[in-house]
């Protein structure tokens, strides 16, 4: 199971220490950041105690609300349960109850300036990508026109020349050789670089190159959302396919499905063109156009 320290949590949002600063390598494994609500009237049922447990002006208005007694007996009865660490929003003061019980339970205190919300969609986003879970396979990932898309062939058959091509176009690189998927939820997936290749594309006879400093910074990108899986194949004579419109294909990856497509090779073929097509295809298709439909309609009207 991956993991995280709360020392990285710190790190990445500058999060003010208020207790705890001496168990800052605690571990975080949830995805996901829990506000408590129903935990303050005593009900435990579904806790999730191995989230970060997140505390706003709404909570924190609640507890100094309440008397000394009542305010204890629930900050008590949540510490108890010994969370990752708890997170104070928007610099909120007079938390010395808070600090009390998390020095005395080892659990770290932490606070942020930023608003509830925005904090909470920050370090959801973040943690989601952290702590998704990950592959490693064989190909290029390039995007294509805000496309993620995956090139996957066998060794030689021309994937890091067809993107050299496409980001001579204007599209960007996102991993050559090596692509870390990530699966963010269940209809998700995630491409990117494993940091050691970040900018690189190798191509044959030519040798590394860094596109970045090639053609400038918008060359390359950390990542992509994957919405199309192409196969470059080598060349295969009648085994192509014209119907008007190809039957769909999928790739699973991680248990998420990403539509297919082959493209075979030959001299002369615009590959990096038919990449181009077949991300387009794909968006107008979402949009609810399938151009083999409009077709068969102008066929059926004469």
């Known amino acids: 199971m991956k993991s995280i320290t709360v020392k990285e949590l710190v790190d990445r949002f500058s999060l003010e220490v208020l207790a705890g600063g001496e168990q800052l390598h605690r571990t975080i494994t949830k995805t996901r950041v829990h506000r ?34 009542e305010r204890n007996h629930h900050i008590g009865n949540i510490v108890k349960y010994h969370p990752p660490c708890f997170i104070v929003s928007r ?41 998704a879970e990950e592959i490693a396979i064989h190909g290029v990932c390039v995007n294509v026109s805000g496309i993620g898309v995956l ?8 994937k890091s020349e067809t993107a050299h091509t496409l980001i001579r176009r204007g599209h960007r690189l996102v991993a050559d050789d090596l692509v870390v998927l990530k699966r963010i939820n269940p209809e998700t997936l995630l491409g990117t670089h494993n940091g050691k290749t970040k900018e690189f594309l190798a191509l044959r ?25 192409i196969e470059l194949k080598k060349w295969e004579q009648d085994a192509l396919n014209n119907e008007l419109e190809l039957e769909p294909k999928f790739t699973e990856y991680l248990d998420v499905k990403i539509p297919h497509i082959e493209i075979q090779l030959q001299p ?16 107008l298709r979402q949009q609810g156009y399938s151009a083999a439909e409009e077709f068969m309609k102008r066929l059926e009207n004469g």
């Open 151 to 158: 090139l996957r062939g066998k060794s030689g058959v021309g």
């Open 205 to 229: 006879s030519i040798g590394l190159i860094n596109v970045s400093r090639l053609y400038g910074r918008s060359a390359f990108q950390d990542e992509t959302r994957i919405v199309l899986d």
């Open 268 to 283: 002369g073929r615009d590959v990096a063109g038919l990449v181009e097509a077949a991300a387009n295809s794909w968006y």
């Open 36 to 69: 408590p609500g129903l935990e303050f009237v005593g009900y435990f049922d579904y806790f999730p105690q191995a989230e970060v447990q997140l505390l706003g002006r709404r909570e924190i208005t609640y507890l100094h609300r309440l008397s000394e007694d």
């Open 91 to 131: 610099n909120q003061e007079g938390l010395k109850y808070l600090i009390k019980y998390c020095e005395e339970e080892n659990i770290p205190l932490l606070r942020t300036p930023l608003a509830t919300t925005k904090f909470l969609d920050l370090v959801n986003g973040y943690l989601s990508k952290t702590l």
